[in-house]
């Protein structure tokens, strides 16, 4: 695929019926409920910095307008502005807080006086910057008229803090000066956010590439990175895939050589896991039926992350994901989500019933079960790829089954129980 410019936001096509079809409808409920939702914000935090409910109104707007294709009436966009504002006031407090857990003493709190206002007319002029939705030329001016007033509302809180312990004011600074930085980036990268990415991946634009039965796909993404999926396996890839966004999703079995060298490092999304590398080479496993994922390192480095716990594997290492959980696969594990990729199908330790669909996936036959207790036996094989009736007979012997035919229909039966005669 070709590599092409992200598109801005007012490239995007409406969605008639949606309270926020198009740029303007934004622009006009952004400037109707900015004072609302702002004074709502102020009121929950714990010191009386615009800057810092202005930054909770526009995260609220700027998520809503992510999810605008899922959000259909007023009343739902008004719920989703209001639990927003909630979430940004509460990520200012965590900001704050991470300040003032340097004074543990606990001296009295003093708030700070005449503190710069961002009004609706910058509020909504940076948002419009955040979302790509002002000409380019002015995305400079707009970033440099912000900054500097993070900067008038960071010195503030700087000047605060100093009178409460002036021997501080180096360390404070220091943190100050990470929180603003921060906060550029959250800014400037939105598409780096999780509700950006979430909203890029369920997108209804976002392509879909998917692996039939018995056949392997190669996808080449935006980056060069190059991807094979594994039969009967879904690769979904967000519109905006590029230099600010590289997360794709995956159902099933595949394996990745990603690019190097990008500002953004790449993410595979499957079931509850975040898988994220720099450059590298590796398989994730991850068929819905199974409820686990694998992920296997064949080169570089990555990290995991299952809710908030996460982990660094290395080139020859896996990490095995059951139940929000993570361990190290077993030998036979590994092989069985890695296999595939050296032409070899490992089954380890399954029923047959989970066996059948994977002989279906990889060699295209649809063999029945007609006494459904043997369902329940269990199989462990290796077979070539290249061969069904290796799988076939693998399956034989492990689950002391027959293969065999009932009128023109493949089917599995008990090898003690002798073929009925035609």
Do not use: C
Not at 114 to 141: A, K
Not at 145 to 173: Q, Y
Request: hydrophobic letters at 40%; zero cysteines.
């Amino acid at each position: 695929m070709p590599a092409t410019s992200p598109p801005t936001g007012s490239d995007l096509p409406p969605a008639p019926g949606t309270p926020l079809s198009d740029p303007q409808s934004l622009e006009r409920y952004f400037r109707s409920h900015f004072d609302e939702l702002a004074t709502e914000a102020k009121s929950q935090l714990d010191d009386a910095s615009p800057a810092a409910a202005t930054r909770a109104v526009e995260g609220a707007f700027r998520h809503a307008w992510e999810e605008r294709e899922r959000i259909l009436t007023p009343q739902d966009l008004d719920a989703f502005l209001h639990e927003e504002v909630r979430h940004g006031v509460a990520r200012e407090k965590s900001k704050r807080a991470s300040l003032h857990r340097h004074d543990t003493h606990g001296a009295p709190k003093t708030t700070t006086a005449h503190v710069t206002r961002i009004d609706v007319d910058q509020s909504w002029t940076h948002l419009s910057h955040t979302l790509h939705l002002v000409p380019e030329e002015r995305r400079t001016d707009v970033a440099q008229e912000v900054a500097a007033v993070l900067r008038h509302d960071t010195a503030g809180h700087v000047a605060d803090m100093a009178r409460k312990r002036s021997w501080k004011v180096p360390i404070t600074i220091g943190v100050v000066a990470a929180v603003v930085v921060a906060a550029g980036i959250y800014y400037v990268d939105r598409l780096g956010d999780e509700g950006a990415v979430q909203g890029a991946l369920n997108s209804p634009d976002a392509r879909t590439h998917v692996a039939a039965n018995q056949q392997l796909a190669i996808v080449t993404l935006d980056d060069g990175t190059r991807v094979m999926l594994a039969p009967e396996s879904k690769l979904i890839v967000p519109k905006r895939f590029g230099e600010l966004m590289r997360a794709v999703k995956l159902e099933g079995e595949a394996t990745f050589t990603v690019t190097p060298g990008k500002s953004k490092p790449f993410e595979v999304r499957a079931a509850n896991t975040q898988t994220r590398v720099t450059g590298t080479v590796l398989t994730v496993r991850n068929f819905p039926a199974e409820s686990s994922v694998v992920v296997a390192l064949k080169e570089g480095t990555a990290t995991v992350k299952v809710g908030d716990s996460t982990r660094t594997i290395g080139a020859g290492q896996a990490v095995f994901v059951k139940n929000s959980r993570m361990r190290e696969p077993t030998a036979p594990e590994l092989q069985e989500a890695t296999s595939w990729n050296d032409k070899t199908l490992t089954i380890a330790n399954r029923s047959l019933r989970d066996v059948l669909p994977a002989l279906k996936r990889w060699y295209g036959v649809d063999i029945k079960v007609l006494d459904l207790p043997l369902l329940d036996r269990p199989v462990s094989l290796q077979a070539s790829l290249d061969s069904p009736n290796e799988a076939i007979k693998g399956v034989e012997q492990s689950a002391n089954v027959k293969f065999g035919y009932e009128g023109k229909t493949m089917v599995f039966r008990d090898a003690a129980t002798p073929a009925k005669k035609k």
